[in-house]
């Protein structure tokens, strides 16, 4: 019996890396010259879902090395707050031109990055972003992966400002899918 626990275990864990080996051995990631979109989204609710915020974000860029994808990066986010006297929605978008750096030639690639642009909508002051982020991408097929990306924002209207408000920021929390052509 111990041995036959053991055979399925080896059979198992060689099942999980198949896939991995496979991605390997193809050639994984990017080269220069090479395009990339990718749909994430984002969501919270409070236990009785009577608030609630949801987010989808779509970039689209080149690879102007091997390692450096620069793009567009558009998002927008819908919220439903009620609360005692308040009961409204909100709709806001931002768009931001990004440059991001990529670690690594395996299945799973850190990057870091930042971000410019500008945020609108009914819950914000039209004005400025700026940000700094960073993630991951893990490559599930030689052109196809799954990402998680945070990024701490700032709001501007001016240099001035920018420097106020660095302190005061948010951070923005995304996790989708991508493909490179």
């Given at each position: 019996?111990?041995?036959?626990?053991?055979?399925?275990?080896?059979?198992?864990?060689?099942?999980?890396?198949?896939?991995?080996?496979?991605?390997?051995?193809?050639?994984?990631?990017?080269?220069?010259?090479?395009?990339?979109?990718?749909?994430?989204?984002?969501?919270?609710?409070?236990?009785?879902?009577?608030?609630?915020?949801?987010?989808?974000?779509?970039?689209?860029?080149?690879?102007?090395?091997?390692?450096?994808?620069?793009?567009?990066?558009?998002?927008?986010?819908?919220?439903?707050?009620?609360?005692?006297?308040?009961?409204?929605?909100?709709?806001?978008?931002?768009?931001?031109?990004?440059?991001?750096?990529?670690?690594?030639?395996?299945?799973?690639?850190?990057?870091?990055?930042?971000?410019?642009?500008?945020?609108?909508?009914?819950?914000?002051k039209d004005?400025g972003i700026?940000?700094?982020?960073?993630?991951?991408?893990?490559?599930?097929?030689?052109?196809?992966?799954?990402?998680?990306?945070?990024?701490?924002?700032?709001?501007?209207?001016?240099?001035?400002?920018?420097?106020?408000?660095?302190?005061?920021?948010?951070?923005?929390?995304?996790?989708?899918?991508?493909?490179?052509?």
């Amino acid at each position: 019996m111990k041995i036959f626990r053991n055979a399925s275990l080896a059979v198992l864990v060689g099942a999980l890396l198949l896939p991995a080996s496979s991605v390997m051995a193809q050639g994984i990631g990017p080269s220069v010259g090479d395009k990339e979109f990718s749909l994430s989204g984002t969501g919270s609710s409070n236990k009785d879902f009577d608030n609630s915020s949801f987010g989808i974000s779509g970039d689209y860029g080149w690879y102007v090395s091997d390692r450096t994808l620069a793009g567009i990066r558009q998002s927008v986010s819908y919220a439903d707050v009620e609360g005692e006297g308040l009961s409204d929605d909100f709709w806001n978008g931002s768009t931001r031109g990004f440059a991001d750096y990529h670690f690594g030639q395996g299945a799973a690639r850190p990057f870091v990055g930042a971000s410019l642009g500008a945020i609108y909508g009914d819950g914000v002051k039209d004005t400025g972003i700026a940000g700094l982020e960073t993630g991951l991408k893990y490559y599930l097929l030689a052109t196809t992966f799954i990402q998680a990306r945070a990024e701490y924002q700032f709001l501007f209207e001016n240099s001035d400002s920018a420097e106020d408000n660095f302190d005061d920021g948010v951070w923005a929390y995304t996790f989708g899918m991508g493909l490179n052509f």
